[in-house]
C-alpha cells in the first residue's frame, strides 16, 4: 500500500519533470529560436538546450519506468481489459516515451551538433516526434487520470478500439507525416484538446 503510494508520487513527479520540459521546448525554446540573435541562439544551442534535454529524457526513462511498476500493480487482481482506460494513456505514455528515446535524442544529437548527420533533415523528424507528443499529452493525462477518477460505464471494444486505432496512426504520422495543424502554438493546444474529447466521447459513448 505505502510502497504504491509512493511509486505512484514518483511516476506523478517525474511525469511532470518530463512533461513539463516538452512543453517548454515546444510553447517556449522552440518559438525563442525563431527570432533569437545568432550569438544568443548558438550559445543556448550550447549550454542550454542539453541540459533541458537531459531533465527531459531522463524525466520520461523515469516516468515509464515507474508506469510500468504501477500497470504492474493495479493488473494484480484485475484483468488488463477491465481497466481500458488506462490502456489508452499507457498507450499514448508508451508512445510518446519511445518518440523520445528512440526519435527526439537521437535526432537532437545530430541538430546540437553532437553527433554527424543532416542537421535539417533531423530537426524536421524531431520536431514532428515533439508535437506529435505534445498532442498526445492532453489524452495521455486523460487516461491516467480518468482510469480512477472517472466513471465511464461500459466502455465498448467498438470504442476502445477506435481509441487504439486514432494513437497508432498518430503515431504512424509521427514516423512518415507532416505536422500540419500541429506547425503552430496554438494549433497543437487546440489539437490536443480536441483529441482528448473525441477520444472520451469514443470511451462513452460508442
Ligand atoms: C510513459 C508511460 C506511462 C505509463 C505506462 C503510465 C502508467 C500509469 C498507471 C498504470 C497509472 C495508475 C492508474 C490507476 O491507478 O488506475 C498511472 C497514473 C497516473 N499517471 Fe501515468 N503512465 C505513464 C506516463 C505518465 C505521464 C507522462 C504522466 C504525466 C504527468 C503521468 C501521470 C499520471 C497521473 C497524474 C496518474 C494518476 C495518479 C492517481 O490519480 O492516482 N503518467 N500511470
Redesign the pocket.
Known sequence: MILEFIF?WA??LF??V??GMLYYFNFVQTEYFKEAEADAKADAVKKLAPRALWWFRWGAMF??LT??V??HQ?GAGTSFLG?PV?WV??LA??L??LNVWLIIWPKQQVVLGLKEGDGPACAAKAGLASRTNTLLSGP??FG??G???LYIADVSAVGFGACILIILALEANALFGKTGPMTSVKGVIHCSLALTVLLWALLAFL
Open positions: 505512484r511516476h506523478v511525469g511532470i518530463w512533461i516516468t515509464f508506469g510500468l504501477l500497470l493495479i481497466m488506462i494513456g499507457a505514455g508508451i510518446m516515451f495521455m493525462l491516467m487520470l482510469s480512477k477518477h
